[in-house]
Protein backbone atom coordinates (compact mmCIF):
# COMPACT_ATOMS: atom_id res chain seq x y z
CA UNK A 1 0.00 0.00 0.00
CA UNK A 2 1.69 3.18 -1.21
CA UNK A 3 2.01 5.67 1.65
CA UNK A 4 -0.09 8.60 1.42
CA UNK A 5 0.67 12.70 0.03
CA UNK A 6 0.17 13.57 3.83
CA UNK A 7 2.86 11.21 5.53
CA UNK A 8 5.58 11.64 2.56
CA UNK A 9 4.79 15.30 3.67
CA UNK A 10 6.21 14.33 7.31
CA UNK A 11 8.48 11.86 6.23
CA UNK A 12 10.46 14.71 4.31
CA UNK A 13 10.05 17.75 6.81
CA UNK A 14 11.66 15.11 9.18
CA UNK A 15 14.60 14.67 6.88
CA UNK A 16 15.16 18.45 6.75
CA UNK A 17 14.82 19.39 10.24
CA UNK A 18 17.65 16.40 10.55
CA UNK A 19 20.24 18.57 8.07
CA UNK A 20 19.51 21.81 9.96
CA UNK A 21 20.34 20.33 12.91
CA UNK A 22 22.98 18.95 11.24
CA UNK A 23 23.55 22.01 9.87
CA UNK A 24 23.84 23.84 12.70
CA UNK A 25 26.14 21.56 15.25
CA UNK A 26 28.78 21.21 11.72
CA UNK A 27 28.51 24.99 12.13
CA UNK A 28 29.42 25.09 16.30
CA UNK A 29 32.12 22.77 15.71
CA UNK A 30 33.97 25.29 13.20
CA UNK A 31 33.07 28.24 15.24
CA UNK A 32 34.87 26.15 18.10
CA UNK A 33 37.90 25.20 16.23
CA UNK A 34 38.68 28.66 14.82
CA UNK A 35 40.08 30.59 17.83
CA UNK A 36 40.63 34.30 16.99
CA UNK A 37 44.38 34.75 17.60
CA UNK A 38 45.36 35.34 21.30
CA UNK A 39 41.89 34.19 22.27
CA UNK A 40 41.77 31.74 25.46
CA UNK A 41 41.37 28.77 22.91
CA UNK A 42 44.12 29.47 21.04
CA UNK A 43 46.84 30.49 23.91
CA UNK A 44 45.25 27.31 25.04
CA UNK A 45 46.61 25.46 21.70
CA UNK A 46 49.86 27.16 21.87
CA UNK A 47 50.85 27.11 25.13
CA UNK A 48 53.36 24.46 24.99
CA UNK A 49 54.75 25.88 22.22
CA UNK A 50 55.13 29.22 23.56
CA UNK A 51 56.75 28.04 26.90
CA UNK A 52 59.64 26.26 25.12
CA UNK A 53 60.24 28.80 22.65
CA UNK A 54 59.95 31.38 25.61
CA UNK A 55 62.77 30.25 27.33
CA UNK A 56 64.87 30.53 24.69
CA UNK A 57 63.80 33.79 24.04
CA UNK A 58 64.95 34.52 27.45
CA UNK A 59 68.27 33.50 26.93
CA UNK A 60 68.87 35.17 23.64
CA UNK A 61 67.33 38.69 25.68
CA UNK A 62 70.09 38.16 28.45
CA UNK A 63 72.72 37.83 25.66
CA UNK A 64 71.15 41.37 24.13
CA UNK A 65 71.12 43.17 27.24
CA UNK A 66 75.29 42.05 27.78
CA UNK A 67 75.77 43.24 24.01
CA UNK A 68 74.08 46.49 25.08
CA UNK A 69 76.36 46.89 27.57
CA UNK A 70 79.30 46.18 25.27
CA UNK A 71 78.38 48.91 23.29
CA UNK A 72 78.40 51.37 26.02
CA UNK A 73 81.43 50.12 27.09
CA UNK A 74 82.51 51.28 23.64
CA UNK A 75 81.37 54.37 23.53
CA UNK A 76 82.66 55.41 26.97
CA UNK A 77 86.29 54.06 25.18
CA UNK A 78 85.27 56.58 22.46
CA UNK A 79 84.68 59.28 24.26
CA UNK A 80 88.06 58.54 26.15
CA UNK A 81 89.85 58.55 22.53
CA UNK A 82 87.99 62.13 21.44
CA UNK A 83 89.34 63.54 24.90
CA UNK A 84 92.66 63.00 24.72
CA UNK A 85 92.70 64.19 21.20
CA UNK A 86 91.67 66.80 22.50
CA UNK A 87 94.58 67.08 25.16
CA UNK A 88 97.36 66.16 22.74
CA UNK A 89 97.74 63.27 24.66
CA UNK A 90 98.72 60.54 22.10
CA UNK A 91 99.46 58.03 24.19
CA UNK A 92 96.15 57.91 25.83
CA UNK A 93 93.96 58.19 22.70
CA UNK A 94 96.70 54.96 21.58
CA UNK A 95 95.69 53.47 24.80
CA UNK A 96 91.80 54.12 24.26
CA UNK A 97 91.66 52.83 20.88
CA UNK A 98 93.35 49.84 21.97
CA UNK A 99 90.51 49.12 24.11
CA UNK A 100 88.01 49.76 22.21
CA UNK A 101 89.43 47.46 19.44
CA UNK A 102 89.13 44.30 21.81
CA UNK A 103 85.48 45.35 22.78
CA UNK A 104 84.64 45.64 19.16
CA UNK A 105 85.85 42.09 18.59
CA UNK A 106 83.56 40.71 21.59
CA UNK A 107 80.66 42.95 20.27
CA UNK A 108 80.76 41.31 16.75
CA UNK A 109 81.36 37.63 18.03
CA UNK A 110 78.21 37.80 20.38
CA UNK A 111 76.32 39.15 17.80
CA UNK A 112 76.61 36.16 15.68
CA UNK A 113 76.25 33.62 18.56
CA UNK A 114 73.26 35.43 19.44
CA UNK A 115 71.70 35.10 15.47
CA UNK A 116 73.04 31.43 15.79
CA UNK A 117 70.95 31.13 18.39
CA UNK A 118 67.31 32.48 17.61
CA UNK A 119 67.98 30.96 14.14
CA UNK A 120 67.72 27.72 16.00
CA UNK A 121 65.18 28.40 18.16
CA UNK A 122 62.14 25.73 16.80
CA UNK A 123 58.58 26.23 14.69
CA UNK A 124 59.44 30.01 14.27
CA UNK A 125 59.53 30.70 10.40
CA UNK A 126 58.01 27.57 9.78
CA UNK A 127 54.27 26.25 7.62
CA UNK A 128 52.80 25.49 11.24
CA UNK A 129 54.49 28.57 12.92
CA UNK A 130 51.06 29.61 13.60
CA UNK A 131 49.74 26.85 15.05
CA UNK A 132 52.29 26.17 17.13
CA UNK A 133 53.28 30.02 18.54
CA UNK A 134 50.92 32.61 19.69
CA UNK A 135 51.30 35.68 17.75
CA UNK A 136 53.18 38.06 20.63
CA UNK A 137 55.98 34.90 20.86
CA UNK A 138 56.70 35.21 17.23
CA UNK A 139 56.81 39.00 17.49
CA UNK A 140 59.36 38.81 20.16
CA UNK A 141 61.25 36.75 18.13
CA UNK A 142 61.07 39.05 15.36
CA UNK A 143 61.60 42.58 17.60
CA UNK A 144 64.94 40.35 18.81
CA UNK A 145 66.22 39.67 15.19
CA UNK A 146 65.66 43.32 14.19
CA UNK A 147 67.49 44.50 17.24
CA UNK A 148 70.68 42.70 16.22
CA UNK A 149 70.66 44.77 13.25
CA UNK A 150 72.17 47.86 15.13
CA UNK A 151 74.97 46.61 15.42
CA UNK A 152 75.70 46.44 11.56
CA UNK A 153 78.85 48.84 10.39
CA UNK A 154 79.64 49.00 14.23
CA UNK A 155 82.85 47.53 13.37
CA UNK A 156 83.69 50.23 10.23
CA UNK A 157 82.46 53.56 12.56
CA UNK A 158 85.23 51.69 14.75
CA UNK A 159 87.87 51.89 12.03
CA UNK A 160 87.25 54.65 11.16
CA UNK A 161 87.83 56.21 14.34
CA UNK A 162 90.80 54.35 15.01
CA UNK A 163 92.26 55.67 11.32
CA UNK A 164 91.19 59.10 11.66
CA UNK A 165 92.27 59.80 15.25
CA UNK A 166 95.47 57.73 16.09
CA UNK A 167 97.00 58.07 12.81
CA UNK A 168 96.05 61.91 12.72
CA UNK A 169 97.98 62.53 15.59
CA UNK A 170 100.82 60.13 15.21
CA UNK A 171 101.06 62.23 11.41
CA UNK A 172 101.43 65.30 13.58
CA UNK A 173 103.96 64.39 15.73
CA UNK A 174 105.79 62.70 12.87
CA UNK A 175 105.59 66.40 10.90
CA UNK A 176 106.68 67.81 13.93
CA UNK A 177 109.43 66.01 14.76
CA UNK A 178 110.77 66.08 11.16
CA UNK A 179 110.82 69.71 11.52
CA UNK A 180 112.85 70.16 14.68
CA UNK A 181 115.39 67.79 13.02
CA UNK A 182 115.63 69.52 9.79
CA UNK A 183 116.18 73.13 12.84
CA UNK A 184 119.10 71.25 14.54
CA UNK A 185 120.70 70.10 11.24
CA UNK A 186 120.81 73.93 10.15
CA UNK A 187 121.72 74.76 13.92
CA UNK A 188 124.81 72.29 13.26
CA UNK A 189 125.09 73.68 8.92
CA UNK A 190 126.03 77.30 10.38
CA UNK A 191 128.80 76.00 12.49
CA UNK A 192 130.09 73.76 9.84
CA UNK A 193 129.51 70.54 11.85
CA UNK A 194 128.47 69.40 8.20
CA UNK A 195 128.82 65.85 9.35
CA UNK A 196 126.53 65.93 12.08
CA UNK A 197 124.00 68.01 10.02
CA UNK A 198 123.80 65.33 7.53
CA UNK A 199 123.04 62.75 10.23
CA UNK A 200 119.96 65.20 11.71
CA UNK A 201 118.40 65.52 8.08
CA UNK A 202 118.72 61.92 7.91
CA UNK A 203 117.09 61.29 10.75
CA UNK A 204 114.48 63.39 9.75
CA UNK A 205 113.73 61.96 6.38
CA UNK A 206 112.68 59.30 8.18
CA UNK A 207 110.01 60.64 10.21
CA UNK A 208 108.74 61.76 6.20
CA UNK A 209 109.24 57.65 5.41
CA UNK A 210 106.94 56.76 8.75
CA UNK A 211 104.45 60.12 7.59
CA UNK A 212 104.36 58.14 4.06
CA UNK A 213 103.17 54.66 5.62
CA UNK A 214 100.50 56.42 7.74
CA UNK A 215 99.57 58.57 5.04
CA UNK A 216 98.32 55.62 3.21
CA UNK A 217 96.37 54.60 5.92
CA UNK A 218 94.81 57.49 5.87
CA UNK A 219 93.97 57.32 2.25
CA UNK A 220 91.22 55.15 3.00
CA UNK A 221 89.05 58.05 5.03
CA UNK A 222 90.14 61.26 3.94
CA UNK A 223 91.24 63.02 1.24
CA UNK A 224 95.47 63.01 1.35
CA UNK A 225 96.59 65.80 -1.48
CA UNK A 226 97.23 68.37 0.88
CA UNK A 227 99.10 65.78 3.12
CA UNK A 228 101.13 64.59 -0.08
CA UNK A 229 102.04 67.94 -1.06
CA UNK A 230 103.31 69.08 2.34
CA UNK A 231 105.27 65.93 2.44
CA UNK A 232 106.77 65.96 -0.82
CA UNK A 233 108.09 69.95 -0.04
CA UNK A 234 109.84 68.85 3.13
CA UNK A 235 111.50 65.60 1.05
CA UNK A 236 112.59 67.67 -1.24
CA UNK A 237 114.15 70.69 0.95
CA UNK A 238 115.65 67.76 2.94
CA UNK A 239 117.91 66.57 -0.54
CA UNK A 240 118.37 70.00 -1.03
CA UNK A 241 120.62 70.35 1.84
CA UNK A 242 121.93 67.38 2.04
CA UNK A 243 123.00 67.91 -0.95
CA UNK A 244 124.89 71.55 0.33
CA UNK A 245 126.17 70.29 2.83
CA UNK A 246 127.88 67.58 1.34
CA UNK A 247 129.28 69.85 -0.84
CA UNK A 248 129.69 72.80 0.95
CA UNK A 249 133.50 70.72 2.51
CA UNK A 250 135.12 70.48 -1.05
CA UNK A 251 135.15 74.28 -1.57
CA UNK A 252 138.56 75.49 -1.52
CA UNK A 253 139.30 79.26 -2.56
CA UNK A 254 136.65 79.52 -5.48
CA UNK A 255 133.11 78.66 -5.12
CA UNK A 256 132.54 75.88 -7.80
CA UNK A 257 129.44 76.01 -10.22
CA UNK A 258 128.66 72.93 -8.28
CA UNK A 259 128.43 74.10 -5.01
CA UNK A 260 126.56 77.49 -6.09
CA UNK A 261 123.62 75.63 -7.50
CA UNK A 262 123.60 73.58 -4.79
CA UNK A 263 123.34 76.73 -2.85
CA UNK A 264 120.69 77.72 -5.18
CA UNK A 265 118.41 74.76 -5.31
CA UNK A 266 118.37 75.05 -1.54
CA UNK A 267 117.20 78.51 -1.24
CA UNK A 268 114.69 77.56 -3.83
CA UNK A 269 113.44 74.31 -2.09
CA UNK A 270 113.56 76.21 1.09
CA UNK A 271 111.27 78.79 -0.11
CA UNK A 272 108.36 76.48 -1.45
CA UNK A 273 108.11 75.52 2.50
CA UNK A 274 105.36 76.17 4.15
CA UNK A 275 105.63 78.64 7.12
CA UNK A 276 105.73 75.70 9.21
CA UNK A 277 103.64 72.83 10.37
CA UNK A 278 100.87 73.99 12.78
CA UNK A 279 98.20 74.34 9.68
CA UNK A 280 99.09 70.91 8.97
CA UNK A 281 98.90 69.85 12.76
CA UNK A 282 95.43 71.64 13.02
CA UNK A 283 94.24 69.78 9.36
CA UNK A 284 94.99 66.43 10.99
CA UNK A 285 93.48 67.21 14.18
CA UNK A 286 90.44 68.02 12.74
CA UNK A 287 90.38 65.48 10.57
CA UNK A 288 90.64 63.08 13.83
CA UNK A 289 88.28 64.65 15.32
CA UNK A 290 85.85 64.70 12.64
CA UNK A 291 86.36 60.71 12.23
CA UNK A 292 86.21 60.12 15.74
CA UNK A 293 82.75 62.40 16.23
CA UNK A 294 80.98 60.77 13.48
CA UNK A 295 82.07 57.68 15.28
CA UNK A 296 81.05 58.39 18.73
CA UNK A 297 77.23 59.46 17.54
CA UNK A 298 76.78 55.97 15.79
CA UNK A 299 77.89 54.35 19.21
CA UNK A 300 75.53 56.40 20.38
CA UNK A 301 72.68 55.15 18.21
CA UNK A 302 73.97 51.75 18.04
CA UNK A 303 73.04 51.51 21.73
CA UNK A 304 70.27 53.75 21.84
CA UNK A 305 68.68 51.27 19.43
CA UNK A 306 69.66 48.09 21.95
CA UNK A 307 68.40 49.77 24.58
CA UNK A 308 64.89 50.10 23.23
CA UNK A 309 64.63 46.52 22.25
CA UNK A 310 65.31 45.46 25.82
CA UNK A 311 62.12 47.57 26.29
CA UNK A 312 59.84 45.73 24.00
CA UNK A 313 61.33 42.27 24.26
CA UNK A 314 60.93 41.92 27.79
CA UNK A 315 59.71 38.70 28.14
CA UNK A 316 56.13 39.40 30.16
Known amino acids: MKPSRASRLVHRLGWLAIIVIIAFGGAGIATGMNHPPGSAGQLGLTAAGDAEVSLRLDSAAAELAALADDVEA?????????????GQDSKGAEAAIAAGDEIV??????????????????YVGTPTAGLRLSEPVIARHMALVSALDATDGLDRDWLRLSVGSV??????????????LVNLAAERGRVARYSDAI???????????????LRDQL?????????????????DYDDALRDLYRKIPTVGK?????????????????AR?????????????????GGMNGAVIAIEETRGALADALLTTAGG
Open 199 to 213: KRINEAAAQLDAARA
Open 254 to 270: KVTKSVRAAVEAEAEAR
Open 74 to 86: LGSEARGALGALN
Open 273 to 289: LPPDTRGLVLIMADIGR
Open 167 to 180: TATRMSNLLAEHDR
Open 219 to 235: ANTVDVSVIDDWIARNA
Open 105 to 122: ARILARTTAIRRELAEIP
